[in-house]
């Protein structure tokens, strides 16, 4: 099978590097182009991009040279955007208009009414606006962006919780240090320390789950009639989001229920190459799930559940990096490529 170029929009940043990784040695995807700033743009990668991930950097990558963030530069099929959201704004459509697939982390476009924004086992269906985002827009390609890094912890394990009739969730965060990036959190405020603010991030949290929970309605999403209230936490985590979540249903399931619901939710996309065994994986220990120990189940795209408790209350918990940003927008990606729309 001949391979989709791909090229990424911020490839040295934090997000960027998981991109890199995720993409090096993909069996569908060929990273042909690795954009950034002005100040990386015409070094090489290996130069460029101050490598902090605990995996080596992929050989294949080292070698290229960063080119400005610009359609002109970037010789691809498919970009992965992990551009700030002010940037995103203005440059992700230009890529769109260019014809480019432009499968995006930024939180730009994602509130958009005619953008989709996919998880994969949540609402596929949600792919069907990309047409008619083409002919509003008059583009020859699209935007398709995935959640907030919290908002697909959260969102995929309510997915199963819609058959009860959900009504309420109200959310506490413990989120890890790296979702705010290399620079995002100084040492002398995170260390032995917890800040109970995130600028941006309860909004996206309250909002964002009511478009992907919503239904798809043939020209637009009729958002779910759910009330979502969040309290974001950021603690010193390296990586993976920690989610304490209460949920009320008008069906009010047991304990019992609910697990059976999150262990019988099973969806099936057709063996993408980043989709995990499961996607949600329920812990028996009372104490888990916990990050140093489960955000690298199912290759860190699993979401694991514990502590199940009348109320219903549980605990949720994702690697932020890789789930909740860039595995997540290839995964995306790879949805797009078996519906044929890459």
């Known amino acids: 099978m001949e391979k ?21 040695n993909h069996p569908w995807f060929e990273l042909t ?21 605990d995996t080596p950097l992929p050989e294949s990558v080292a070698e290229l040279e960063v080119v400005p963030v610009a359609p002109s530069k970037v010789e691809a099929d498919v970009v992965f955007s992990a551009l700030p959201t002010d940037l995103a704004k203005e440059v992700e459509p230009a890529f769109a208009k260019a014809g480019f697939a432009v499968a995006s982390n930024a939180s730009a476009y994602r509130m958009e009414k005619d953008v989709p924004l996919v998880i994969p086992e949540v609402n596929p269906e949600h792919l069907n606006l990309i047409e008619i985002q083409q002919e509003r827009r008059g583009w020859d390609g699209y935007i398709i962006t995935n959640p907030n890094c919290s908002t697909i912890v959260m969102a995929t394990t309510l997915k199963p919780l819609m058959n009860f009739g959900l009504e309420t969730v109200q959310v506490a965060t413990m989120q890890a240090i790296s979702g705010a990036g290399f620079r995002g959190v100084s040492g002398m405020e995170i260390y032995d320390n ?19 929970l919503g ?16 309290s974001c936490n950021r603690v010193p985590v390296i990586d993976g989001h920690t989610e304490a979540i209460w949920a009320t ?7 019992e229920e609910v697990k059976k619901a999150f262990l019988n939710f099973d969806p099936k996309l057709g063996n993408l190459p980043s989709e995990p065994e499961k996607v949600l ?23 694991s559940i514990g502590r199940i408790r009348e ?3 549980y605990t949720a918990m994702g690697h932020n990096t890789i789930r909740g940003a860039a595995g997540a927008s290839v995964l ?7 519906k044929g729309k890459l």
Not at 13 to 21: D, I, K, L, S
Not at 215 to 230: D, L, M, Q, R, W
Not at 285 to 293: A, G, K, S
Not at 332 to 338: G, I, P, T, Y
């Open 281 to 303: 994986v329920v812990r028996e220990e009372e104490n888990r799930p916990q990050p140093r120990l489960d955000r690298n189940v199912g290759k860190g795209m699993s979401i």
């Open 194 to 212: 917890v800040i109970p603010f995130i600028g941006g991030e309860e909004p996206k949290m309250e909002t964002e789950p009511l478009k992907l």
């Open 215 to 230: 239904k798809f309605e043939g020209a637009e999403i009729t958002p779910a009639n759910i009330k979502v209230s969040a």
């Open 332 to 338: 995306n990606a790879e949805l797009l490529h078996s």
């Open 4 to 24: 989709i170029k791909a090229g990424i929009l911020g490839a040295t940043g934090a997000v960027g590097q998981r991109f890199v990784e995720a993409l090096a």
């Open 33 to 53: 182009s690795l954009a950034a700033s002005e100040r990386s743009a015409g070094k090489k990668y290996k130069k460029a991009a101050d490598w902090r991930l």
């Open 249 to 255: 249903m008008r069906e009010a399931p047991t304990p």
């Open 311 to 313: 109320g219903i209350r």
